[in-house]
């Protein structure tokens, strides 16, 4: 079964726009994943925020964790036409990833 | 440095045949993953193998069963093939002990249709 949900399921935007994606989960966890997924082919991780942490950067990418509200939203600035992908959220722990059900974003250029 | 691979990249059966999925890890690794995803949704993890054993194993059946070589290779194989077998099959690698959090690798997938 899913750790929990992502929302929104799809979104559109323009090029130049940012885009925010929201992950819930349902357990306790260590850690959290986000991973892109470019046309149903395999997952490239992007980023892995601790527990005990509250917000980290990676080049456009940004994301926060609020464990209280066992949540998660990554944060993507001056999307390109290349972003064009599924986002997914996963937590885990020794080797099994739990997966939310993904965002799909499409930049328009 | 090869990333990890996986054979075929599409294959068509039908219901009720047997199917060999094929997994390399990335160069240095030992642990090898598989995960289905079905469309539209995100992957649902199978089983885990480490040191030619399964370690984990997901709400998956029987019918789903694997393998990993001395070279850390894996296969996935599944019987019985029903029509809601029918998903993406990924394979992830990780190398145990190597980080403290589970990064995983993960090769381009297997699209298995079952007719």
Same mark, same amino acid.
């Given at each position: 079964?899913?750790?929990?949900?992502?929302?929104?399921?799809?979104?559109?935007?323009?090029?130049?726009?940012?885009? *925010?994606?929201?992950? !819930?989960? #349902?357990? /306790?966890?260590?850690?959290?994943?986000?991973? +892109?997924?470019?046309?149903?082919?395999?997952?490239?991780?992007?980023?892995?925020?601790?527990?005990?942490?509250?917000?980290?950067?990676?080049?456009?990418?940004?994301? *926060?964790?609020?464990? !209280?509200? #066992?949540? /998660?939203?990554?944060?993507?600035?001056?999307? +390109?036409?290349?972003?064009?992908?599924?986002?997914?959220?996963?937590?885990?722990?020794?080797?099994?990833?739990?997966?939310?059900?993904?965002?799909?974003?499409?930049?328009?250029? | 440095?090869?990333?990890?691979?996986?054979?075929?990249?599409?294959?068509?059966?039908?219901?009720?045949?047997?199917?060999?999925?094929?997994?390399?890890?990335?160069?240095?690794?030992?642990?090898?993953?598989?995960?289905?995803?079905?469309?539209?949704?995100?992957?649902?993890?199978?089983?885990?193998?480490?040191?030619?054993?399964?370690?984990?194993?997901?709400?998956?059946?029987?019918?789903?069963?694997?393998?990993?070589?001395?070279?850390?290779?894996?296969?996935?194989?599944?019987?019985?093939?029903?029509?809601?077998?029918?998903?993406?099959?990924?394979?992830?690698?990780?190398?145990?002990?190597?980080?403290?959090?589970?990064?995983?690798?993960?090769?381009?997938?297997?699209?298995?249709?079952?007719?």
């Amino acid at each position: 079964s899913q750790q929990g949900e992502e929302d929104p399921q799809a979104l559109s935007i323009q090029e130049g726009e940012n885009a *925010t994606m929201n992950c !819930s989960y #349902k357990t /306790s966890i260590n850690n959290l994943q986000w991973y +892109r997924q470019n046309s149903g082919r395999g997952l490239v991780h992007l980023i892995l925020i601790r527990s005990n942490e509250r917000e980290k950067h990676s080049g456009r990418l940004r994301v *926060t964790l609020d464990t !209280s509200k #066992k949540s /998660s939203s990554l944060l993507i600035t001056a999307s +390109r036409a290349a972003d064009t992908a599924s986002y997914f959220c996963a937590t885990g722990g020794t080797g099994k990833l739990i997966f939310g059900q993904g965002t799909t974003l499409q930049v328009k250029p | 440095d090869a990333g990890v691979t996986q054979s075929p990249t599409h294959l068509i059966k039908t219901r009720g045949q047997q199917v060999t999925l094929r997994c390399s890890p990335k160069s240095g690794h030992d642990t090898v993953s598989w995960y289905q995803q079905a469309l539209g949704q995100g992957p649902q993890f199978i089983f885990q193998y480490y040191e030619e054993e399964e370690r984990q194993r997901g709400n998956f059946p029987d019918r789903f069963s694997g393998h990993q070589f001395p070279n850390y290779s894996s296969e996935l194989n599944v019987n019985a093939l029903l029509l809601g077998d029918s998903a993406l099959y990924l394979c992830a690698s990780r190398l145990v002990g190597a980080s403290t959090y589970n990064e995983q690798f993960f090769g381009p997938g297997t699209r298995l249709t079952v007719l």
